[in-house]
């Protein structure tokens, strides 16, 4: 959660990809759909518009599958953040996928 709210995603990944592997049903969905979302903002980040579009397309599809609150997680939340971001990036296009709002990056959000 640190990693993917610091902007540090490749490295969230790399964490997320160990838990993912050995993981079943639910949860393995969960830790597949942040880990895509989280590639799909370092793509973005790095100017690989496909590859973010891609990955955002498919950790909504992964979270879809997943309870609302997982870990005590706010899954709807970022399904609805990584959505919107995933609008706001389709809209602009590869040209000015750069102008994204900063405020629309997805974050985790922790429930109590």
Not at 9 to 35: A, S
Not at 74 to 101: H, I, N, P, T, W
């Amino acid at each position: 959660m640190e990693e993917f709210n610091r902007g540090e995603w490749f490295e969230c990944h790399e964490t997320l990809e160990e838990l993912w592997v050995g993981e079943k049903g639910e949860l393995r969905d969960f830790y597949q759909g942040v880990l895509q979302i989280a590639v799909a903002l370092h793509h973005w980040r790095n100017g690989n518009f496909k590859g973010a579009l891609i990955l955002l397309q498919g950790g909504g599809e992964c979270l879809r599958r997943v309870s609302s609150v997982c870990l005590k997680l706010d899954v709807a939340q970022l399904q609805k953040d990584a959505a919107r971001f995933l609008d706001e990036l389709s809209a602009l296009g590869e040209e000015r996928m750069a102008e994204v709002d900063p405020g629309l990056v997805p974050r985790l959000h922790l429930l109590s």
